[in-house]
């Protein structure tokens, strides 16, 4: 084809406003190789939003309070750090999905402002998934600057840190030391202490409440802020549409997004857009009456979702509908449960955290958090909006006396529902709707680690998981984990089994507007680094007690079906544990058949705890077998551990800096080193939860 002058002229010039483009970002003042960080060069076009500084100045804020945040435990904190730095402080506050901005202008942060990093470390001392970018960029890419040079490029960043952990991990809230010490180090500066949370010890939220107090007083002493009393100012403006019935096409039932609303779900599938799949089976795997494990095959052909083995997929429950029933009584909401509501944030950095228009009951059914461990500060709230004088006075108690709390509420295992009855029975009409969705958490899908082989199955995926189901002793009731129990109805139905309602919970099975009729389920799958060697005929070892067998299922499966292909498999040890063989033995009958295929390649320890006299786990079998281990280890195997974080997967590391010195003839100093460079060189992988 022909170019003519005019095309030309259009081609430079654009040719020319692209090189502008490009080269005009220097971050922080340094002039940076443009391939450095694709990522961040990626998402520095993106559009002007993306720039914290002048959304604050746009927005009229002075504190943003930024999350890192996978369960949303953290944006939670957040959320209320931001409403509270406003009612007592007067702040002009806004929270701050990490993912959601760019920071390579972090160095002119306004010195009148302040920014809050609320971070949770996420598996062995990873960030959450939407930290990731940042972590990337805050590690990597801040220019070195000269020790001589009188500015450090972040001098005018002030900032608050709060850290959520778990000290039964071995880099416990590692994000929040290790942000505090980059950003101390480029030169800004911290108000109050770098508080942190211990989700391990169960204090997080105690933890949480004792940190801030101090933090507030340094932090209003640094700006010069005045404290106020406290007024509750709604966040959400809740407006109840006469004009919208349940029939209209526009209102949310409970669909996660516009295309599912319009019936036409499209990926990419992700944290924000589930897939609606189709479960193919699903069965029971204990042997025993009282206790249930699932084993659930999810079809995710046509949804352009793929897996590897070693991967995760998250289930996005439904309430029961007994909570929810229990939940809108509570707060005076059941008369009006199909009432059309639509939700707009009072401020404009206010996120919605579900789509409207939607109705009560869909609101709590699909999107909120109502079954959780209740806050001492949400009770505190609430207090303002007791029923009468006698009610507000406990309420008041309950917020602000930690062990009167702890005796009344946690150690009782209350939902929100229940803690608020057992303060007065009637409804609390007064609540505002707005107050409960600010100060509940979003509902979460959970994980599971994919109990099949992507080489077997690449279109199916397995989850093999454990229905949560705690008697509470003295205090007459069951917690019943909400995904669990939701996989357990899906499973009665699935199997025309008669009473589709385990516990009397009645689940919504066909979901909004029957769009999960025929036992469907919505999910994602999370990509993760627990993987097999990619040589099979390295050795592997792997430890996998009670449903942390799942990965390892997929494990052996895969190895059975190269061995099947002809390919030379490594050994391949498995130590599963369980209380008896004749109850909770998983996948007992297909261990046999993996067997036939892998012959002496497969070699697997049952430790059932409840067989004899004294309680055998794991951990003793890896150390009666410590010669096999430490020989296989020497042999390049790598070891793998997935189950409980708190005890086991702690003791097995132990065991295994016992085995290396006996083995080795080393002292358990150095073999503490030895298993601590398997972690970081990646032969040592965990998958704890
Ligand atoms: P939830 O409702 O989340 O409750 C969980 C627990 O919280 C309850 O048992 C109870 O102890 C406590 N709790 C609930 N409500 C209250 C309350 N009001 N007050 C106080 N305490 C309360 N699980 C598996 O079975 N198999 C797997 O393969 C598996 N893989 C995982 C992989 C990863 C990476 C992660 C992070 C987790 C994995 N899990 C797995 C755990 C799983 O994600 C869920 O946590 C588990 O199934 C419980 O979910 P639930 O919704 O049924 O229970």
Redesign the pocket.
């Known amino acids: 084809a022909q170019v003519d002058t005019l095309d030309i002229i259009v081609l430079v010039v654009l040719l020319i406003g692209s090189i502008a483009y490009f080269t005009k970002g220097t971050y922080w003042g340094v002039p940076k190789d443009p391939y450095a960080n694709s990522a961040l060069n990626g998402s520095a076009a993106k559009k002007g939003s993306r720039n914290i500084v002048e959304k604050l100045e746009e927005t009229g804020k002075n504190c943003v309070i930024f999350y890192g945040s996978q369960t949303g435990t953290a944006e939670d904190y957040a959320s209320r750090l931001a409403k509270e730095g406003h009612a007592r402080f007067g702040l002009s506050t806004m929270t701050a999905d990490l993912e959601d901005y760019d920071f390579e202008n972090l160095d002119t942060f306004p010195d009148d402002k302040i920014a809050f990093f609320v971070m949770a470390t996420y598996g062995e001392g990873e960030p959450t998934d939407n930290a990731v970018e940042f972590w990337e960029f805050i590690n990597n890419d801040p220019p070195s600057f000269s020790e001589a040079s009188e500015e450090k490029p972040l001098s005018k960043l002030k900032y608050v840190a709060f850290g959520l952990g778990n000290n039964t991990y071995e880099h416990y809230n590692l994000m929040v030391r290790n942000l505090d010490k980059i950003l101390t180090n480029l030169g800004a500066e911290r108000i109050g202490t770098a508080g942190e949370g211990d989700d391990g010890a169960g204090t997080m939220e105690e933890d949480f409440l004792a940190w801030k107090e101090p933090m507030w007083t340094a932090l209003a002493e640094k700006m010069g802020l005045e404290e106020r009393e406290a007024v509750y100012e709604p966040v959400f403006n809740v407006e109840e549409k006469e004009d919208l019935t349940v029939e209209d096409d526009t209102v949310y039932l409970g669909e996660p997004n516009k295309n599912h609303l319009e019936g036409t779900q499209k990926g990419p599938y992700n944290a924000h857009n589930p897939f609606i799949a189709p479960i193919a089976e699903s069965r029971e795997v204990f042997t025993v009456k009282d206790r249930n494990c699932l084993h659930v095959e999810i079809d995710i052909s046509g949804s352009g979702m793929s897996y590897t083995t070693g991967d995760?997929i998250a289930v996005w429950?439904t309430n029961a509908g007994m909570e929810v029933d229990r939940f809108l009584k509570t707060f005076g909401l059941e008369s009006k449960r199909h009432t059309v509501i639509s939700l707009k944030g009072i401020d404009p950095t206010a996120k919605v955290p579900f789509p409207t228009p939607t109705t009560y009951d869909a609101a709590v059914r699909y999107h909120i958090e109502i079954?959780?461990?209740v806050s001492r500060q949400f009770m505190a709230t609430l207090a303002a909006f007791a029923p009468n004088e006698a009610a507000k006075k406990e309420a008041t108690r309950l917020g602000s006396d930690a062990d009167y709390f702890k005796d009344k509420i946690s150690s009782q295992?209350?939902?929100i529902a229940q803690a608020v009855s057992a303060v007065y029975s009637e409804p609390w009409s007064a609540v505002p709707f707005s107050c409960l969705v600010e100060g509940l958490n979003k509902l979460q899908p959970?994980?599971?680690?994919i109990?099949s082989s992507s080489l077997v199955q690449p279109q199916k995926i397995s989850?093999?998981?454990?229905v949560?189901s705690?008697r509470i002793p003295g205090a007459g009731h069951v917690?019943k984990?909400?995904?669990?129990?939701y996989l357990l109805a899906l499973k009665q139905k699935q199997n025309g089994e008669p009473n589709p309602s385990p516990h009397g919970l009645t689940y919504s099975i066909t979901g909004p507007r029957n769009k999960y009729d025929g036992i469907h389920v919505p999910v994602h799958v999370r990509h993760s680094n627990f993987k097999l060697p990619s040589n099979p005929s390295k050795p592997i070892i792997m430890v996998g007690p009670g449903?942390g067998v799942?990965p390892f299922r997929g494990f052996v499966q895969e190895r059975a079906e190269l061995a099947k292909k002809g390919e030379d498999v490594g050994h391949t040890v498995l130590f599963f544990g369980c209380r008896k063989s004749s109850e909770d033995w998983l996948y007992r009958d297909e261990w046999e058949e993996y067997k036939k295929a892998l012959g002496d390649k497969l070699t697997i320890f049952n430790a059932f705890s409840r067989e004899q006299a004294h309680k055998v786990y794991v951990q003793h079998h890896i150390k009666e077998n410590g010669k096999l281990v430490n020989d296989l280890l020497q042999q390049k195997a790598n070891f793998y551990v997935c189950g409980d974080a708190a005890r086991m997967a702690r003791e097995v590391n132990e065991v295994l800096g016992q085995i290396i010195a006996k083995e080795r003839g080393i002292d358990e100093k150095k073999a503490e080193q030895v298993v601590k460079s398997m972690r970081s060189s990646g032969v040592y992988q965990e998958?704890v939860?």
């Open positions: 995760h429950p079954c959780a461990p295992m209350l939902n959970r994980y599971y680690s109990s989850v093999t998981a454990v949560e705690l917690v984990g909400v995904t669990t129990n449903t799942a998958d939860w």
